[in-house]
């Protein structure tokens, strides 16, 4: 059985007349010791999918699912109290913004302490050992001084490796981390997500590694998930979707990879950008954007289809091996 | 931390030259002099007018009256009150336990109402707990002093008979000055419903002089309370399975105060001028009352002095917060 299984999760913002869908239906699955890349662009809906998977979409946004399963738990239907168990031991979650995740009042050593303390208690002494113990296993030089540091002392990818340290306290058997790299500059990037993968492996833990990196999740995932407008547009293991994209999107993306234009006087790119609350078209939402749209496209929204080698795709023209659209 | 303290010791001294600039000469601006106010309507031969104004020194010309002033000032000499012929000094400290007991009380009321009242405004946001208490605090922020003191009379003194109309504490009770606070002094005596009778008499007083400030205190932590939830920082608590009750008294909160407690500081100013209404109204013996008599009978050395006392207390009440953020913000403690 999946560790994490989602069926058609839905978080919507705004009025209940006229709501806007961040995430709209999004099913998704993950086995024990799996890394999964979920890609898309900013607004796709990415993020919202993994806070609500934290729990932690408040009011006025809403999250329904047909299913929100844990481990064979339903994590819908138990008490806010059970789930905080879960959340920040089983799951865990690595932010955007390392310089702004940290709690500016309070030293590295209270913020990584306060997880161990809620989940595992222990002795003060004992969580100040554990404390160190991670800080060394996320390459932290001399532990014992960055403790007593604040985060305005720290530099970006140190306050990385100190989130990262945070949410691995409590052994979790699932790991988010919403694009971990973005706001650290390339060298660093690299470093953290080694460490990253390598922690993953070392613990067997579950991953979902969100990005808008695509040669990362060629790297690094097992399956990959692509998201647009809050949808699923394509699953699938990650060497057959970079072979043969079967979305037009995902077709789009791979081929806006600056690998692709070597020789190339511009890079390519997608034209437009991702629908928002007011500009949401008909049919499929990809259709201004897809230069493959036809009157169908514009007309029926397309649903994910399941082919038979497992892959899924949401299109009523998915591509062929060559990279034309079947009707 | 030192020259911190320097550059705002810098700050004062002109700050203080200011003050008594500026009492000096707005309370010479109001007609009439010390002599005619004594007088009365009987009104005062000229000669004899002239004759008691030079015996008060305040026939010579403005700008030596001043030096006078000023150099008194350095000696720790403010003067002798024209009314009473007791130093100004001495008569400012006899009353301030009274006014110091009463802002005291006003300030710990508007920080335990005005704070958890912001806290829960902002965390239930939109809702009909936020409505109520931003316009309970919105009313309370425009309540003109005098008239909520005098409605609050009509209804528990007058009304209810539940307090007592002026005064620290019933005139069956001859308590001895310990601290100066009567409520501790009451309690000290051991008589029986002393401190009763002195808590009765501070409730409605504390009351109307915390209004202004709790209101004001509760809007600040709502908006700094609000801005900081939407922090990440917030987020990474609650995702590692802290409580929300846990979240906001512990991360949020500590962040939130840092502007609240400026303001907290800010009130002390705004206590000092409630307190002369509040005094008034209800016939409290504090420097704010005593100074309001001073300036009816044109008192220059008492309205002086007990400005700048009063200005000096504000000043190092505001030295006293600059020094306090440092001790919740880490970053200004490792910046100095």
Same mark, same amino acid.
């Given at each position: 059985m999946a560790l994490l299984q989602i069926k058609n999760l839905t978080v919507e913002f705004g009025s209940e007349k006229k709501p806007f869908r961040a995430v709209d239906q999004v099913c998704l699955e993950i086995e024990k010791g799996e890394v999964l890349g979920i890609v898309g662009e900013s607004g796709s809906g990415k993020s919202v999918t993994a806070k609500a998977l934290m729990g /932690?979409?408040?009011?006025p946004g809403r999250v329904v699912a047909e299913k929100l399963e844990f481990d064979g738990q339903d994590l819908q239907e138990m008490s806010d109290k059970q789930r905080r168990k879960i959340t920040g031991r089983d799951i865990a979650m690595i932010f955007q913004e390392p310089m702004t995740s940290l709690? *500016?009042?309070?030293?590295t050593g209270f913020q990584i302490a306060e997880a161990l303390k809620i &989940?595992?208690?222990?002795?003060r002494s004992e969580r100040r050992m554990r404390s160190l113990e991670l800080l060394e296993q996320v390459g932290i030089p001399d532990p014992s001084a960055r403790l007593k540091a604040? *985060? &305005?002392? /720290?530099s970006g990818g140190m306050s990385q490796r100190i989130m990262i340290a945070m949410a691995i306290a409590c052994n979790p058997r699932l790991l988010i981390a919403d @694009? *971990?790299?973005?706001? /650290?500059d390339v060298t660093i990037q690299a470093q953290i997500i080694d460490l990253l993968l390598n922690l993953q492996k070392q613990r067997q833990m579950a991953l979902i590694l969100i990005t808008h990196d695509l040669a990362l999740v060629a790297e690094a995932a097992h399956r990959i998930v692509v998201m647009y407008a809050g949808q699923v547009v394509e699953t699938g293991p990650v060497p057959e979707i970079f072979e043969t994209p079967r979305h037009p999107y995902t077709a789009a993306l791979l081929e806006a990879l600056p690998e692709r234009s070597i020789g190339a006087t511009r890079l390519k790119t997608i034209p437009g950008v991702v629908p928002g609350q007011f500009d949401r078209p008909t049919g499929c939402l990809l259709n201004p954007r897809c @230069?493959?749209?036809t009157e169908r496209c514009r007309r029926d929204i397309p649903l994910l289809q399941t082919d038979a080698d497992g892959r899924q795709v949401r299109c009523h023209t998915p591509l062929d091996r060559e990279g034309k659209p079947q009707p | 931390m030192f020259s911190f303290l320097l550059k705002r010791i810098g700050v004062v001294i002109p700050t203080f030259i200011g003050v008594t600039l500026l009492t000096f000469s707005l309370i010479r601006l109001i007609p009439g002099d010390p002599v005619e106010l004594m007088a009365g309507e009987r009104g005062v031969d000229p000669v004899r007018h002239a004759e008691l104004l030079a015996q008060m020194g305040l026939d010579k010309p403005l700008l030596l009256q001043y030096w006078h002033y000023l150099t008194g000032i350095f000696q720790g000499d403010l003067g002798t009150s !024209? =009314? %009473?012929?007791?130093p100004v000094v001495r008569e400012f400290f006899t009353l301030f336990p009274a006014t110091l007991e009463l802002s005291l009380c006003a300030i710990i009321i508007a920080v335990a109402i005005g704070l958890p009242a912001g806290i829960i405004a902002a965390v239930k946001r939109g809702k009909l707990t936020d409505y109520t208490v931003m316009g309970l605090s919105l009313t309370g922020y425009s309540m003109p002093i005098f008239w909520w003191g005098l409605l609050l009379i009509l209804l528990? +003194? =007058? #009304?209810? #008979?539940? %307090?007592? =109309? +002026? #005064?620290? !504490? +019933?005139?069956m009770f001859w308590i001895d000055e310990v601290t100066g606070f009567m409520v501790i002094d009451a309690f000290l005596s051991g008589e029986e419903g002393a401190l009763v009778s002195a808590l009765s008499h501070l409730i409605l007083p504390s009351i109307v002089l915390a209004t202004i400030p709790l209101a004001v205190i509760a809007r600040m932590t709502r908006s700094s309370m609000l801005e900081v939830l939407r922090e990440d920082y917030v987020q990474v608590a609650r995702a590692k399975g802290l409580s929300m009750p846990l979240v906001v008294c512990i991360h949020a909160l500590r962040n939130a105060l840092i502007p609240v407690i400026t303001v907290i500081g800010l009130q002390i100013g705004v206590l000092m001028a409630g307190a002369i209404l509040t005094e008034t109204i209800f016939s409290w013996p504090g420097v704010g009352k005593w100074m309001l008599d001073s300036i009816y009978r044109r008192d220059y050395p008492s309205v002086q002095g007990g400005i700048l006392l009063i200005a000096c207390l504000v000043i190092i009440v505001n030295l006293t917060v600059d020094i306090l953020y440092g001790v919740v913000n880490p970053r200004i403690r490792h910046n100095r």
């Open positions: /932690l979409i408040d009011w709690n *500016p009042c309070f030293t &989940h595992e208690g222990g002795s604040f *985060p &305005h002392q /720290l @694009e *971990p790299t973005t706001a /650290l @230069e493959f749209a | !024209i =009314v %009473t012929r007791e528990f +003194s =007058v #009304g209810l #008979g539940w %307090t007592p =109309v +002026s #005064g620290r !504490i +019933s005139a």
